[in-house]
């Protein structure tokens, strides 16, 4: 056998939960340690140890993709009532994925996997339309309340000595009605647009952003000036060069030309439309098991994972001795993924050239029919009757191609 790939910076591994944990092992044992000499930083975000760790396992995995710059993660509980009960847990530990983009600070960029015999619901959508969604303010830190017949309700700014500065009369209620206050600050923003263009410049896409400025003159129309004036400044000639371009126009407008496209473009959301269109594109491509998902930080870290979760009723079937047929490629796109970047960072174009063809061996694999049991109803192609094969059945089949 010719000789392992040698890495030189660690990979800060985050193990996860469940079934997604088991394919975690196997992922590594069948499709990744026979041909690279694997170096990872190892933190197990698994439930029980961030339990008896108080949750500090998460925050020190963080700390290190800050230190390092590229993380991969298993998919991880997030625990619940229930959860607390059948992990017998200290306290409700919060999201894993919270604690990190708290600490990293970044914008999370999902895509869908394109196979040939899985046709998305628009057929016209060729390529991947990747979403990333600003995950700060707007109504998801809003304040609100119910006004009754004859009250008022004002927009008022207070200086940092609580003297007011402006106030503009929101509504004089007629009868009972509702109001809500949002906000959304320029650090956030900017941080948003820096991750988007970095994104569209590596993945040599062009960026389409849109929002309401027509109607919304002051809110809405910040993000555009923001994301305007940074891609004047910064990224137009490199945008140019790269042979890619930036489009601001209205929400409107963007989501029927996402429609009418062939897709192939990075789609910026604000934080409602993204929480929205992010599920209208996962579900029009298909299944969750092929949605990739990357956390990009504004100073340059990533963190791959997978877009689905821990996959629970297949770990029960898996507890009980059944062999399950549960999908690892969006788990084995965040390895491809990570060690790509890797490679790249450190200058080892064997790192990169593996991801492309472990990623080009599951694509083969699935394109010639073999595949797990949730891409079996999804997939007609001419010419190939699709076999359900186990999750183990499924990675040894991806090996027998590398
Ligand atoms: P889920 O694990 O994504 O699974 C939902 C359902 O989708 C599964 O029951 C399965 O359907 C199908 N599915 C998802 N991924 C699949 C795959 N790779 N292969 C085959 N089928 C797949 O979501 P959930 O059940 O809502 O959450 C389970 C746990 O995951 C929760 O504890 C949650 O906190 C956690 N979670 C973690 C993350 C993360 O770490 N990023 C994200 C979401 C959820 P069938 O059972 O019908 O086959
Ligand atoms: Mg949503």
Redesign the pocket.
């Known amino acids: 056998m010719a000789e392992k790939i040698a890495m030189k910076t660690p990979l800060v591994e985050m193990d996860?939960?469940?079934m997604t944990r088991i394919l975690w092992k196997w992922i590594k044992e069948i499709l990744i340690e026979p041909y690279v000499d694997l170096k990872t930083e190892y933190y197990d975000l698994g439930l029980p140890e961030r339990d008896k760790t108080d949750d500090r396992v998460t925050e020190q995995a963080a700390l290190a993709t800050k230190k390092y710059g590229v993380a991969v993660k298993c998919?991880?509980?997030?625990p619940n009532a229930q959860?607390v009960e059948e992990y017998k847990l200290k306290q409700m530990w919060k999201s894993?994925?919270g604690t990190i983009r708290r600490i990293l600070d970044g914008t999370v960029f999902r895509a869908p996997i394109i196979v040939k015999g899985i046709t998305p619901y628009v057929p016209g959508w060729k390529q991947s339309i990747v979403l990333a969604r600003h995950a700060y303010g707007d109504i998801y830190n809003s304040v609100e309340a119910r006004a009754n017949a004859g009250e008022s309700a004002y927009l008022v700014i207070c200086d940092k000595d609580g003297k007011e500065v402006s106030r503009s009369l929101i509504k004089q209620f007629p009868g009972e009605g509702i109001v809500q206050g949002v906000h959304n600050l320029d650090k956030s923003i900017e941080s948003f647009a820096v991750s988007c263009f970095n994104y569209a410049l590596e993945n040599k896409i062009p960026l389409w952003f849109g929002a309401k400025d027509t109607i919304s003159k002051t809110y809405d129309h910040r993000f555009k000036d923001i994301f305007n004036e940074i891609y004047e400044r910064d990224y137009k000639e490199k945008f140019e060069a790269a042979g890619i371009y930036f489009m601001y126009t209205l929400i409107d407008d963007i989501v029927a030309r996402i429609m009418r496209s062939e897709g192939g473009v990075l789609w910026a959301c604000k934080n409602y439309d993204g929480d929205v269109m992010s599920d209208m594109v996962a579900t029009a491509y298909g299944?969750?098991?092929m949605m990739s998902s990357v956390l990009v930080s504004p100073d340059g870290n990533y963190e791959y994972?997978?877009?689905?979760?821990?996959?629970?009723?297949?770990y029960y079937r898996y507890l009980k001795g059944e062999e399950t047929s549960?999908?690892?490629v969006?788990t084995i796109w965040a390895w491809t993924g990570a060690l790509s970047k890797r490679g790249e960072l450190d200058g080892i174009p064997e790192l990169v050239a593996f991801a492309q063809k472990l990623e080009k061996a599951v694509i083969d694999t699935i394109e010639s029919g073999e595949m797990?049991?949730?891409l079996i109803a999804l997939f007609k192609r001419e010419g190939v009757t699709p076999k359900k094969l186990e999750s183990r059945e499924f990675l040894r089949a991806v090996a027998s191609r590398l």
């Open positions: 996860g939960d469940e998919a991880t509980i997030t959860r894993p994925n299944s969750l098991g994972e997978a877009a689905h979760g821990t996959v629970t009723r297949h549960t999908n690892s969006a797990t049991g949730d």
